[in-house]
């Protein structure tokens, strides 16, 4: 197998997935690693690929996770993955890593038979590499919502799968 190839998160991995994941906070969100764990725990779909190089997290829509991006998502659609982070360390970019962990999970939710795989990504500020990657991987717009405690504006992408 490839040392690319996505595999399971495991509890080994906790501490490079959340020393990672607290050098792109500000991309996605801070967490405590219990809180870490628990995400990992409850997640649909946690892998890892490259040599600690990239993580994916997403949740079906059963998930009983407390977050306002996933509550949208809920209240729009019966069924769904939704990505809730993917970060790929700053070292490992531009090796298809994002890639790779995005083709296994549409994979994986197509084979159980999801209509559709969810995510958001920050409009303002913008993040056109971001935005770039998602079109390419099939990602359209279905929403924006405006933080009204930021100046945080994120934009709901969706990738239909039927």
Known sequence: MSR????????????????LNQEHKLETSSLTPERLAQLVDMAWYAKAAGDRGAFLIAFDQKAPYENGNFAWMQARFDRFVYIDRVI??????RQGLARI???????????????????????????????????RMGFA??????????????????KGLT
């Open 4 to 19: 690319n190839a996505p595999r399971p998160v495991l509890p080994d991995d906790l501490a490079w997935v959340h020393a």
């Open 88 to 93: 790929v360390a700053r070292s490992h970019q």
């Open 101 to 135: 962990l995005y083709e296994d999970l549409i994979a994986q939710a197509m084979a159980a038979d999801y209509p559709r795989v969810t995510c958001e990504v920050n409009a303002a500020p913008p993040n056109p590499s971001s935005d770039a990657f998602h079109a």
């Open 141 to 158: 717009p279905v929403g924006d919502l405006r933080a009204l405690t930021t100046e945080k504006t994120v934009r709901y992408l969706e």
